[in-house]
């Protein structure tokens, strides 16, 4: 049973190019979360996709955007990219049926490079 | 999601027990503490949850205070592969079951051989 896959592992981009970032859930999740991780700092939640619909939106511009698709799978787009981007882009995945015991299981995460 | 206080960073002892602290003082009755933990340059790993009963699994135990405004994620016996940044996470359940997950700095948990 795969685990929550993300693509690519590392990517290098300069400032005001944009960027995509793909996340493949665990088998059976319907829901992805997305959390972009500075250097020394907790995650930070960008949004949340379920039903291919944003339900859940952090504290972050309209550069950053996003996609679900039907097989649950689901991309991180970044406009404009800024030095301030740079960060390790982490996709969740669980299970939207109102349970909050189930846990969220995290991938390892594409480390984002903006010089 | 309320917030959480966690002491920046702390030193086991490998083998012994390790106690992790979390002040949570502002969480409500229908929220769940939850622990994760995040092993250098990977994604984080959920542990272990509860509401207001002690909970063990294999992985470690939760002890949460009577009134609920702290608790502490005991690892029995430490060991050099229990090196990571440990989070305490207070989670809401969102309308329709949505779950987002709101970290703090964390406790950067080093053990020592």
């Known amino acids: 049973d795969a685990g929550v896959t993300q693509s690519p592992t590392h990517l290098i981009k300069t400032r005001g190019q944009q960027v995509t970032l793909r996340c493949s859930p665990k088998s059976g999740h319907d829901t992805v979360s997305w959390y972009q991780q500075a250097l020394g700092q907790g995650p930070q939640f960008i949004f949340q996709y379920y039903e291919e619909e944003e339900r859940q939106r952090g504290n972050f511009p309209d550069r950053f955007s996003g996609h679900q698709f039907p097989n649950y799978s689901s991309e991180l787009n970044v406009n404009a990219l800024l030095l301030g981007d740079s960060a390790l882009y982490l996709c969740?995945?669980?299970?939207?049926?109102?349970?909050?015991?189930?846990?969220?299981?995290f991938g390892p995460g594409t480390r984002l490079t903006v010089l | 999601d309320a917030k959480t206080t966690q002491p920046p960073s702390m030193d086991c002892a490998e083998g012994r027990a390790a106690n992790l602290p979390c002040n949570h003082s502002?969480?409500?009755?229908?929220?769940?503490v939850y622990w994760y933990r995040q092993i250098h340059s990977q994604g984080p790993q959920y542990i272990i949850h509860g509401l207001k009963n002690n909970e063990t699994n294999e992985m470690a135990s939760l002890i949460i205070t009577e009134d609920r405004k702290s608790s502490t994620l005991i690892l029995p016996h430490a060991t050099l592969r229990d090196t990571a940044v440990y989070y305490c996470?207070?989670?809401?359940?969102?309308?329709?079951?949505?779950?987002?997950?709101?970290f703090g700095t964390g406790t950067k948990l080093q053990v020592i051989p």
């Open positions: 502002t969480i409500s009755g229908n929220e769940y």
């Open positions: 996470i207070v989670r809401v359940l969102l309308s329709g079951g949505y779950q987002k997950v709101t």
């Open positions: 969740a995945s669980s299970l939207a049926t109102g349970n909050v015991r189930d846990e969220q299981f």
